[in-house]
């Protein structure tokens, strides 16, 4: 989790960020898929954390952005109880064959962190659904804030992008930090037995959090 220190509003100006670093990584995904990533890590991002803007392709003027969580149950260890595994996957592909950036961001939980995250689970599996698991631990529903992203697509020169998302609030957010959001391009469905209610739940969302607008029909429909 980032460091109080380091909290900012949400929709606060980001102040400037610089590229630390950037080399060639060659990615391989489970199912064979292959791409290379221009992998860049930055100084000064607002919450201090260290998170990662993978260029794939060739970018546009309006390149295709994703915005990815880190979830180390679904990206590593291909956890069905949510879609973040197969979206990351998605979009990599997506990106690279439109031109853009994958953005990593270490936001474990929707920002709650791993072991808060697991905590949820196990709340979620005596019948709360995904947001109430986080409020009944005294955590927020949703408690990212994209002021990082934002100031890694700025120092990009990615200030128009088209967002690879379901989710309003990225792109409530990204606008409010000074990044035109062109277009919200809509990811697809990954459903399994395991993830349906979760998806459920996402698709209509909470007052809070709003819905991720998913078409869903019930597993083998």
Same mark, same amino acid.
């Given at each position: 989790?980032?460091?109080?220190?380091?909290?900012?509003?949400?929709?606060?100006?980001?102040?400037?960020?610089?590229?630390?670093?950037?080399?060639?990584?060659?990615?391989?995904?489970?199912?064979?898929?292959?791409?290379?990533?221009?992998?860049?890590?930055?100084?000064?991002?607002?919450?201090?954390?260290?998170?990662?803007?993978?260029?794939?392709?060739?970018?546009?003027?309006?390149?295709?952005?994703?915005?990815?969580?880190?979830?180390?149950?679904?990206?590593?260890?291909?956890?069905?109880?949510?879609?973040?595994?197969?979206?990351?996957?998605?979009?990599?592909?997506?990106?690279?064959?439109?031109?853009?950036?994958?953005?990593?961001?270490?936001?474990?939980?929707?920002?709650?962190?791993?072991?808060?995250?697991?905590?949820?689970?196990? %709340?979620?599996?005596?019948?709360? =659904?995904?947001?109430?698991?986080? !409020? /009944? #631990? *005294?955590?927020?529903?949703?408690? @990212?804030?994209?002021?990082?992203?934002?100031?890694?697509?700025?120092?990009?020169?990615?200030?128009?992008?088209? %967002?690879?998302?379901?989710?309003? =609030?990225?792109?409530?957010?990204? !606008? /409010? #930090? *000074?990044?035109?959001?062109?277009? @919200?391009?809509?990811?697809?469905?990954?459903?399994?037995?395991?993830?349906?209610?979760?998806?459920?739940?996402?698709?209509?969302?909470?007052?809070?959090?709003?819905?991720?607008?998913?078409?869903? #029909?019930?597993?083998?429909?």
């Amino acid at each position: 989790m980032p460091h109080p220190e380091h909290q900012q509003q949400h929709g606060s100006r980001p102040g400037p960020a610089t590229v630390r670093s950037q080399v060639r990584i060659p990615l391989t995904f489970g199912d064979g898929y292959r791409v290379e990533a221009e992998v860049h890590t930055f100084h000064g991002l607002a919450d201090g954390a260290e998170h990662l803007a993978l260029r794939l392709g060739e970018p546009t003027d309006t390149p295709l952005v994703r915005l990815h969580s880190e979830c180390l149950t679904g990206d590593v260890f291909g956890s069905d109880r949510c879609d973040c595994g197969p979206q990351l996957r998605e979009a990599a592909e997506r990106i690279a064959e439109s031109g853009g950036y994958l953005l990593y961001l270490r936001q474990e939980g929707r920002g709650i962190g791993l072991y808060n995250k697991l905590d949820a689970y196990a %709340l979620q599996d005596s019948g709360l =659904d995904t947001y109430q698991a986080n !409020t /009944a #631990l *005294g955590l927020p529903e949703d408690g @990212r804030d994209y002021t990082a992203a934002a100031q890694m697509l700025t120092t990009l020169g990615a200030t128009g992008i088209r %967002l690879l998302s379901n989710n309003p =609030d990225k792109a409530a957010q990204l !606008t /409010a #930090l *000074g990044i035109a959001v062109t277009e @919200r391009v809509p990811t697809g469905v990954h459903l399994s037995e395991s993830n349906v209610r979760y998806l459920h739940t996402k698709a209509a969302g909470t007052e809070l959090t709003r819905g991720h607008g998913l078409p869903l #029909l019930p597993v083998g429909a």
